[in-house]
């Protein structure tokens, strides 16, 4: 059942990922480390990495902070509640990175609509400065990388015993004291684990940074870029590559050594103590927790309530806040609706009038439309062959018992792991060697392999969900294991299957990174269009594009949602 996914992931994964790698350390006369001492001979290098690691640091941090409120929210609202938050995040989480990077450009730009909005009301007398340095590239990358965090955390969150904090209460804990002393440290492991994805994806992100930042925001992705498609230098981007991929490694060691891995997968740390300093480390915590108990009790008691709240209640405030952060996650990509029936002539705010001629030009352009139905196509092909791999992987994952489920489920979310760069980079180097560079057969299979993870997650949900005594039920009666999955099984599973189906074409459509390299011409896909063309003319026909991607997704997520629901219930 998994030999489909480890042959996949062998020949485009494993061998292309470790061909790069290898390539680093050979020359025309055998094994050398020259491309590693120029990597840190020059000071340029190491202090790109030291930017890169600073950018993705503080990515990190406010993600968390940000994440954390709207996750603990979502897990405690009522179901309709639930559903709703978890729409806007979701539709945040798959809405293009171009497409909210392209409105952050918008919003900050020296006639964006902050600006304008801060002339307007005569804070300012001209225009701020407030891109292409380090708080953009921080703001938008926050904007890009929040939903993951609440995401990661909302898995460890609903797991939590909702009777523990009642019970600290009924033994006279305030509420703020037994949020911060029970809640808070169970909820440890999935602020441990968004940490981690949300900095390990901040590493290997260019798009960002290279549409909102300057040069002393410049990552080390954007070398690997230079070196690829500028100096045509493979060893040294090998190399560059190799530094990457270690910087992740180690970060990966570290949680393991004071979280571990295992609660990656829901499960519990290993509790290392680190001895008497662990000791003095869990009492200097346990104290700091009882001061924020202490402090959230008496702000909690000065705070008014709203009318209605029983006892010491005050949800309005966390409502508030976590609206505030939806409205923050959301605005950016509405913000294309206006710009894209502008009647003016520009990228202007606020818009001058309501036009549709950005929509004509659109739909009228052969390359736009061209790159469309290219991204469609090659979008089903990667959703078809992700289900028809990624499902069987999860029925082994859930059902099959095996004693090597945790290094299965690590093999299966290597994709997600390793920075897409290296696996795009790769793979472009593979691809040119047997001629499938530019070909639609070629991104397909290049495309499932970073969307499989995300059909084997989803379809181990389900599966977790799923009544096994249906299936034995009909196997009583008479019903042999084909039967029973065909009449049976896959019937209860189809609103999961067709769930798992958008979102593997989703990640498809949205893909940039390896079809920057392994598409372009008359082969490109929708986001590499778009990507040239943001990076060469900053068009209202854009805007346009990123309305209808906007649109497009979310209706994928509202139909995925549905089916994700339906097939829970």
Known sequence: MALPLVVLFAILLVYPVGQLLFMSVRDGDGFSL????????????????????????WTTLYSVLAAYPVAYLISVATKARKNRLVFWVLLSFWTSFLVRTFAW???LGRRGVVNQFLLWTGLIDAPLNLLYNLSAVVIGMVHALMPLAVLTMLSVMENIDRRLPTAAATLGARPGTAFWKIYFPLSLPGVAASALMVFVTAI?????????????????????????????????AGAISVLLLAVVLVVFFVYDRLVGLSTMTGGGGHGRSGGALGRVGRQAGDALLGVLGAVTDVLLRVLPKRRGEAGEGRGWLLRTVVGILIVFLSAPAFLMIPLSLNGGAGLAWPPQGISLQWYQQFLASPVWVDAIQRSIWIGLGTGLLSMLIGTPAAFLLVRGGLRGNAGLLAFVLAPVV???MIIAVGVFYFFAKIGLVGSSVGLVFAHTVVAVPYVVITMMAVLRNYDTRLDQAAQ?????PLATLRRVTFPILGAGLLSSFLFAFATSFDELTIALFSSGGLSTTLPKQFWDQITMD??????AVSTCLFVFIAALIWIAERLRRRSLA
């Open 538 to 543: 900053m068009s209202p026909v854009v805007a």
């Open 476 to 480: 009583t009666l008479g019903a042999g």
């Open 34 to 57: 020259a491309e590693y001492r120029r990597l840190f001979a020059s000071s340029v290098y190491v202090d790109v990495l030291l930017i890169t690691l600073k950018v993705a640091g």
């Open 418 to 420: 390793i920075p897409r």
């Open 105 to 107: 450009v918008i919003l």
């Open 204 to 236: 290997g992100f260019f798009i960002t940074p290279a549409l909102l930042g300057g040069r002393g925001q410049t990552m080390i992705t954007q070398l690997i870029i230079d070196q690829v498609m500028q100096a045509l230098n493979w060893r040294f």
